[in-house]
């Protein structure tokens, strides 16, 4: 099955940046969409960014639009997740998804998409 490891959490000052990793290992992996999905204390879980394996499509949520960039390197199964400009509100638990089909413009956002899922990274913004 598909594992998936994220890291690049911390502790960040508003307007500062951190960069996210995504590391994958399984069968099949490389054909998969790749989504990132965040949670804050009390809330539901939100989407993020999504990108195919192939790199060909991403999508952005409205609120990171501008700041985030997601970005992937298949030679080391790997996803990224820059983000700069970072805003207190932006403080949450960032988890990785693998889906296993294309994902489009009109589903990427919906969590039951994606069937592997990472542990998360804690992201906190201070101001």
């Known amino acids: 099955q598909v594992q998936l490891v994220e890291s690049g959490g911390g502790l960040v000052q508003a307007g500062g940046s951190l960069r996210l990793s995504c590391a994958a290992s399984?069968?099949?992996?490389?054909?998969?969409?790749m989504g990132w999905f965040r949670q804050a204390p009390g809330k539901e879980r939100e989407s993020v960014a999504h990108?195919?394996?192939?790199?060909?499509?991403?999508y952005y949520a409205d609120y990171v639009k501008g700041r985030f960039t997601v970005s992937k390197d298949n030679a080391k199964s790997t996803v990224y997740l820059q983000m700069n400009s970072l805003k207190p509100e932006d403080t949450a638990v960032y988890y990785c998804a693998s889906a296993p089909r294309f994902i489009g413009s009109g589903s990427w956002f919906r969590a039951s998409e994606y069937n592997y899922w990472g542990q998360g990274t804690q992201v906190t913004v201070s101001s």
């Open positions: 399984g069968r099949a992996f490389s054909s998969l969409g």
């Open positions: 990108i195919s394996w192939s790199g060909s499509y991403t």
